[in-house]
């Protein structure tokens, strides 16, 4: 997210400077937001028309946690003239929902797209489905995946809403998703590539995450919190095959590192967990693990780890199908993660889910509360201060142990 860049300077700056405040404001954003706060407020007094100091300080805001403080300030600068419109909407959208204002914010999320998204879509179809109902009857729907993998298993239920619902519906989503979705959702049409042909006369189309605008969802009727993906019986049951699971053991799903492309944007940003924090719950017997993270780091880890790791995960190390993990998710009696799409995956199969969250949390997560709206499985642990995950795992440990000696 950008913010005014500045130098600072070891020169005392004259009362009247604003650009000295603005840019020494905006440099400590995401160090010390406290006091980029306190000199963006000095900048405002001396310059209460500009745009971007309120920008910045709605961000100086919501990095204290201030969510509601930091709203009415991006809500002023939009009413400045010439205000960094989409960037604020953005982050506006973001906290209002984060609030648990979902009508505004889903108003404000409408402005999340970037000049040229989207093209294709517009040049054969126009703009986008509005939310009506085409002569008062059901119809034809392209739906465009958008964002993350766990955005879309999300917003996916929206979709078999509206088929239940009657409508021939139809999504075009990343190709990594696309043979999970097809074999663990009743959704008839999945695919990575759409053509002119699928834009039939009166055919629509709409960007998936706007369902939920179009559909005026709200925390009281989202639909499917209960799961709505099953992962196939004979993919099931080679994943018990080859995983071994002990006699007498739980078996814990582990993952702890979201996607590195988000980990430095401002919603996002320290929502993974270092490894290391995990290595108490290996004082819990009768419970083994299975990694759900991929990649080469993962596996130099888990072998020095004290962690008991499942025989079969070398095994599942080899494979990066979604289909696959679905699979051995299903076999889990727990999944415990940091904010990744594997929280998406395991709560859209209905499967006990417990996650680790951040002090500011991603919107979807709100303020507070162990409970989320979206998935009646998921449980939430949050951080009770900012880089708490010890607590956090103190506290996972000290549940863990308690729900084991209720189940052995």
Same mark, same amino acid.
Request: proline content about 5%; charged content about 20%; overall charge neutral.
């Given at each position: 997210m950008p913010v005014v860049e500045g130098n600072l300077t070891n020169q005392p700056a004259s009362w009247h400077d604003p650009e000295y405040y603005t840019n020494t404001g905006g440099s400590f954003l995401s160090t010390n937001p406290q006091l980029g706060a306190k000199y963006l407020q000095r900048a405002a007094k001396i310059l209460p028309e500009e745009a971007i100091i309120y920008f910045n300080l709605g961000i100086a805001l919501h990095e204290q946690k201030k969510i509601n403080a930091a709203v009415r300030s991006y809500k002023y600068a939009l009413s400045l003239d010439n205000p960094p419109q989409a960037q604020i909407r953005q982050n506006l959208s973001q906290d209002l929902l984060l609030s648990g204002n979902f009508e505004e914010g889903w108003a404000h999320y409408e402005n999340r797209f970037k000049p040229g998204q989207n093209d294709y879509f517009h040049k054969l179809g126009g703009k986008p489905w509005a939310g009506e109902y085409i002569d008062g009857k059901p119809a034809s729907l392209i739906l465009v995946a958008e964002q993350g993998f766990g955005d879309t298993i999300q917003f996916i239920r929206f979709a078999l809403l509206l088929q239940n619902k009657g409508w021939d519906v139809k999504l075009f989503c990343q190709p990594a998703l696309i043979e999970m979705l097809k074999n663990c959702s009743t959704l008839k049409y999945i695919s990575s590539q759409i053509d002119e042909h699928d834009f039939m006369p009166g055919a629509k189309w709409c960007p998936l995450m706007s369902l939920v605008h179009r559909l005026k969802i709200n925390s009281s009727n989202i639909p499917f919190a209960a799961g709505y993906l099953k992962a196939p019986s004979d993919r099931i049951r080679y994943w018990q095959m080859k995983l071994k699971k002990r006699d007498h053991h739980l078996l814990i799903g582990l993952h702890w590192q979201g996607n590195y492309d988000h980990e430095n944007t401002l919603y996002s940003r320290n929502r993974s967990i270092p490894y290391q924090h995990w290595e108490k719950l290996s004082a819990l017997d009768n419970i083994e693990f299975i990694s759900l993270q991929k990649g080469s780091a993962m596996k130099d880890r888990i072998k020095q780890s004290r962690l008991k790791y499942i025989d079969g995960q070398d095994l599942f190390d080899e494979s990066m199908d979604f289909l696959d993990t679905a699979a051995v998710i299903a076999q889990c009696d727990l999944i415990i993660?940091?904010?990744?799409?594997?929280?998406?995956?395991?709560?859209?199969?209905?499967?006990?889910?417990?996650?680790?969250?951040?002090?500011?949390?991603?919107? =979807?997560?709100?303020?507070?509360? %162990?409970?989320?709206? *979206?998935? &009646?499985? @998921? =449980?939430?642990?949050?951080?009770? %201060?900012?880089?708490? *995950?010890? &607590?956090? @795992?103190?506290?996972?440990?000290?549940?863990?142990?308690?729900?084991?000696?209720a189940r052995c």
């Amino acid at each position: 997210m950008p913010v005014v860049e500045g130098n600072l300077t070891n020169q005392p700056a004259s009362w009247h400077d604003p650009e000295y405040y603005t840019n020494t404001g905006g440099s400590f954003l995401s160090t010390n937001p406290q006091l980029g706060a306190k000199y963006l407020q000095r900048a405002a007094k001396i310059l209460p028309e500009e745009a971007i100091i309120y920008f910045n300080l709605g961000i100086a805001l919501h990095e204290q946690k201030k969510i509601n403080a930091a709203v009415r300030s991006y809500k002023y600068a939009l009413s400045l003239d010439n205000p960094p419109q989409a960037q604020i909407r953005q982050n506006l959208s973001q906290d209002l929902l984060l609030s648990g204002n979902f009508e505004e914010g889903w108003a404000h999320y409408e402005n999340r797209f970037k000049p040229g998204q989207n093209d294709y879509f517009h040049k054969l179809g126009g703009k986008p489905w509005a939310g009506e109902y085409i002569d008062g009857k059901p119809a034809s729907l392209i739906l465009v995946a958008e964002q993350g993998f766990g955005d879309t298993i999300q917003f996916i239920r929206f979709a078999l809403l509206l088929q239940n619902k009657g409508w021939d519906v139809k999504l075009f989503c990343q190709p990594a998703l696309i043979e999970m979705l097809k074999n663990c959702s009743t959704l008839k049409y999945i695919s990575s590539q759409i053509d002119e042909h699928d834009f039939m006369p009166g055919a629509k189309w709409c960007p998936l995450m706007s369902l939920v605008h179009r559909l005026k969802i709200n925390s009281s009727n989202i639909p499917f919190a209960a799961g709505y993906l099953k992962a196939p019986s004979d993919r099931i049951r080679y994943w018990q095959m080859k995983l071994k699971k002990r006699d007498h053991h739980l078996l814990i799903g582990l993952h702890w590192q979201g996607n590195y492309d988000h980990e430095n944007t401002l919603y996002s940003r320290n929502r993974s967990i270092p490894y290391q924090h995990w290595e108490k719950l290996s004082a819990l017997d009768n419970i083994e693990f299975i990694s759900l993270q991929k990649g080469s780091a993962m596996k130099d880890r888990i072998k020095q780890s004290r962690l008991k790791y499942i025989d079969g995960q070398d095994l599942f190390d080899e494979s990066m199908d979604f289909l696959d993990t679905a699979a051995v998710i299903a076999q889990c009696d727990l999944i415990i993660s940091a904010d990744s799409g594997i929280v998406h995956l395991a709560a859209a199969m209905g499967k006990p889910t417990w996650l680790a969250l951040r002090w500011i949390p991603e919107w =979807r997560w709100l303020l507070d509360g %162990n409970s989320s709206h *979206w998935y &009646e499985t @998921v =449980r939430l642990f949050r951080q009770p %201060n900012p880089g708490a *995950w010890p &607590e956090v @795992v103190n506290e996972i440990y000290n549940s863990l142990a308690a729900w084991k000696n209720a189940r052995c």
